[in-house]
């Protein structure tokens, strides 16, 4: 399996190992199971497949559960897993198991976008996707990979996710990803794309 320390950043050394997270600004409300009527603002000002970084007043500590809304893009629920004076960091509660009982895990949402693939020994290069889905997606190349092959795959704004070619044929490849992503954050890319095309 290839080595991911030459493509991303060690994590902090206060914090567990973790994604790298990417730049962002998305303003929004969180409140506590239990307590819906205190809400308070934040806004997230970095984001991962997993998790985010957030800004807020909240009185919150490690292990709190918060359900977090997002300016029109719903609410995803998280667990605090550390607070310092650079903000709260939170992870996206996992999703529940019936979810991916299916033989393909979920239906792939048809899209045209365009993503950063790397292959290795080879520099990263845009390469155009067919569909997506939390846990793989279509990608048409010129020089197509084989089955087995390991990739990484950069979605808008995120950093690469590692993946591993399950198909090859003709100019397509399907490729699974190793780690799932979150279906708030899958939502948050199809918006992108949907925008990206509009």
């Known amino acids: 399996m ?3 320390a030459t493509l991303e950043p060690a994590a902090p050394a206060e914090h567990p190992a973790r994604e790298e997270r990417r730049p962002v600004s998305l303003p929004g409300w969180l409140t506590r199971p239990g307590q819906e009527a205190k809400a308070h603002d ?3 000002d970095n984001m991962s497949y997993g998790g985010c970084r ?17 300016l029109r893009r719903g609410a995803i629920p998280g667990v605090v897993r550390w607070h310092n004076a650079y903000g709260i960091g939170v992870s996206f509660a996992p999703e529940l198991p019936e ?5 393909r895990k979920v239906e792939r949402v048809p899209v045209q976008t365009a993503l950063a693939v790397r292959q290795t020994g ?13 846990f793989g997606c279509c990608l048409t190349f010129d020089d197509l990979p084989v089955a087995g092959e390991w990739v990484w795959v950069a979605m808008p704004g995120l950093a690469p996710i590692e993946a591993r070619v399950r198909w090859a ?3 397509r490849a399907g490729v699974e990803f190793v780690h ?3 279906a708030s954050v899958l939502d948050m890319l199809l918006q992108r794309c949907a925008a990206g095309n509009a």
């Open 2 to 4: 290839p080595n991911l």
């Open 42 to 44: 934040f806004v997230i």
């Open 54 to 70: 957030l800004q807020t007043a909240a009185p919150l500590e490690r292990g709190d559960a918060v359900d977090l809304t997002v």
């Open 99 to 103: 979810r991916i009982e299916t033989p």
């Open 122 to 134: 080879r520099r990263p290069r845009s390469v155009p996707a067919t569909n997506l889905s939390r």
């Open 169 to 171: 044929d003709g100019r």
């Open 180 to 182: 799932p992503i979150h």
